[in-house]
């Protein structure tokens, strides 16, 4: 085990007390889970922290996120995109991963669903959701959700799990905490309206424990667990 992998049991294992710990706080019933985000980490990390019990991983790049699911080919791992999804590469997704966190058009509801149909599993799909209303961030405005989510349910090869959103941090000036609430009562009335959801993915490594406090059942955390990503 290298330098840049020794230290990964030790992380993952406080990790999994902070995310309990802040569960328990919440007074969330269910278990918060863990996104193990390995986007440019060797294939030596992942495996490290596959081999310390983490089985749920997320990638934001297509190509990437594709070699590793080959590379590592475990069935009980559990692979999640993240983030903006460009049309081109959506067979890419649907075929790889088994989650995809980053649509926000009907347009890529189409495409992943149309893909996905020839496998005997569906494609969870999380709404991306631009909670603070950043013209350059990714995700459909809150009032487009609703429409997004109806689409997802009109294809058989896609199964609309949540809503997913990636605040502003606070060092760009923005305010996760009120990001967080605003996707929790999106989320919260649209379940109330009938729409089946069951995620609320918000949380990255410097923040994952208000978004917690705030609803969220799933976290993305990279740094946290990996530490910094090697250069070139």
């Known amino acids: 085990m290298t330098d840049h992998t020794s230290a990964i049991p030790e992380r993952l294992q406080a990790l999994h007390e902070r995310i309990e710990s802040a569960r328990l706080r919440a007074g969330t019933p ?7 985000v390995s986007k440019r980490q060797p294939l030596e990390a992942v495996r490290a922290a596959v081999a310390a019990g983490q089985r749920v991983f997320g990638e934001n790049y297509v190509q990437e996120g594709v070699e590793k699911c080959a590379q590592i080919a475990d069935p009980d791992l559990c692979w999640h995109h993240i983030g903006p999804i460009q049309s081109n590469k959506c067979r890419d997704i649907a075929s790889a991963f ?28 999380c709404i991306q959701v631009n909670v603070s209303g950043e013209a350059s961030k990714s995700g459909a405005a809150p009032e487009a959700v609703e429409g997004l989510c109806t689409a997802v349910l009109d294809q058989p090869g ?3 799990r949540g809503l997913m959103a990636i605040p502003a941090p606070r060092t ?3 305010d996760p905490e009120r990001d967080f609430a605003a996707l ?9 309206g009938g ?12 923040d994952f424990e208000a978004a917690i406090a705030a609803g969220a059942t799933m976290v993305r955390v990279g740094s946290a667990l990996f530490g910094p990503r090697p250069q070139g």
């Open 98 to 125: 088994d989650w995809a966190q980053g649509v926000d058009r009907s347009r890529i509801i189409q495409r992943l669903g149309a893909a996905r149909q020839a496998q005997s599993t569906p494609l969870s799909v």
């Open 195 to 206: 729409l089946p959801l069951d995620t609320l993915s918000m949380g990255m490594s410097d």
């Open 172 to 174: 760009a000036g923005g």
């Open 158 to 160: 896609l199964q609309l």
């Open 30 to 36: 269910q278990p918060v889970t863990l996104i193990a």
């Open 184 to 192: 929790r009562v999106l989320y919260e009335r649209l379940r109330d």
